[in-house]
């Protein structure tokens, strides 16, 4: 019995010991001078998030955060697959890692929930609204937030998306969308989406999905229930799925127009949203104050929308109503994509190596 005791007494110990080396090893690294080491984490491979994590990186390494060098930065992806989102969470905020920093709602939710304790301090980014997201942060009070969480929202321009529509296409009367309930992001869009609707006398008509396999057959419900457009909001699973949107929309030769660039690159007529490379630099930005010692209690969650225009008038061809583009409209596009070719008001630089 007294060898047992001794066996258990000695386990807790090395615990103890372990803890102690894995803590004294985290604070080291904090305020030592060592390169910190971060963990990026992204939902899916998706434009719009790849352009935010350039976005980061290329934050961070203005911060003098460069992998290899002086941090060490491991990227993450769940590729669209919840379970795996959860494993990679649990893993990323055991305490192998100085800052965790996300890029979408869903990953964002994932952590969050993962990290409950606070072992990890959390930076986020690339998120419609924060507040709907579950993870202790109240709209209108940016400084009441979890301690060890802080980040940026963007809650992209929703009515200003169906103006333009309207004003490239005055006789526009029906608009569909799809959405996935299961995204709190989602959801605040459609909600706004049905308020801008209403005021601008457009019938919004929905279609909801669980999954990305179900949006071919959802967008093509919504062609045939008569739709003159769908609009694409800042949903993942549609997202993932855009092209199912796309063809849809052809078959119908109606348009889609969205708010989450650059959706012009497969198809879409317009986007009216963020540049969300600049969204994930500010987000680099922000991790970068927290990676040299910032009070996160005193850092507020903020919203931030740097407007980006892209437009593609080819997308215009063949349709069943007439949609122009007014020349003031595309003299101020941040991208044209017409006959001749794709025309770049200002180009991005390429992602850190």
């Not at 001794?6 to 615990?15: D, E, Q, T, V």
């Not at 396999?213 to 959802?218: D, F």
């Not at 063809?247 to 969300?276: E, H, L, Q, T, W």
Request: aromatic share 6%; hydrophobic share 45%; proline share 5%.
């Amino acid at each position: 019995m007294n060898s047992l005791r001794r066996c258990l007494l000695g386990l807790l110990l090395i615990a103890l010991a372990s803890g102690a080396l894995l803590m004294s090893d985290r604070q080291q690294r904090t305020h030592t001078g060592a390169p910190p080491k971060i963990a990026i984490f992204q939902h899916v491979s998706q434009p719009l998030l790849d352009d935010g994590v350039a976005g980061i990186l290329a934050a961070l390494a203005a911060a003098g955060f460069v992998d290899g060098k002086n941090a060490f930065i491991q990227r993450f992806n769940a590729e669209n697959d919840i379970a795996t989102g959860n494993a990679i969470a649990r893993q990323i905020t055991s305490g192998a890692f100085d800052l965790v920093i996300t890029a979408s709602t869903l990953s964002l939710q994932a952590v969050a929930n993962a990290n409950r304790a606070g072992r990890a301090k959390h930076v986020f980014g690339i998120v419609a609204d924060p507040a709907s997201a579950g993870v202790g942060i109240l709209r209108d009070r940016p400084l009441d937030h979890p301690a060890h969480l802080v980040g940026i929202g963007t809650f992209l321009p929703v009515k200003p998306a169906f103006e333009l529509a309207l004003r490239l296409n005055p006789a526009l009367k029906t608009v569909g969308v799809v959405w996935n309930p299961g995204e709190s992001n989602s959801e605040a869009f459609t909600k706004k989406a049905r308020q801008a609707c209403a005021e601008l006398g457009l019938e919004l008509r929905e279609a909801t999905i669980e999954n990305s396999s179900g949006v071919l057959e959802a967008a093509s419900s919504l062609v045939s229930r008569g739709a003159d457009a769908l609009w694409v909001g800042g949903d993942v699973t549609v997202m993932v799925a855009l092209d199912s949107v796309i063809g849809a929309a052809r078959k119908g030769r109606i348009p889609v127009f969205s708010i989450v660039p650059p959706a012009v690159n497969r198809g879409a007529i317009f986007d009216y949203g963020a540049n969300f490379y600049e969204v994930g630099k500010d987000t680099g930005a922000l991790a970068a104050q927290v990676l040299r010692g910032a009070d996160m209690r005193k850092l507020p969650v903020r919203n931030e929308v740097p407007q980006r225009i892209l437009v593609n008038t080819t997308a215009a061809q063949g349709l069943k109503q007439v949609w122009h583009f007014p020349a003031d409209l595309l003299a101020g596009a941040d991208t044209v994509i017409d006959s001749t070719g794709r025309h770049e008001k200002a180009a991005r630089p390429s992602m850190p190596k």
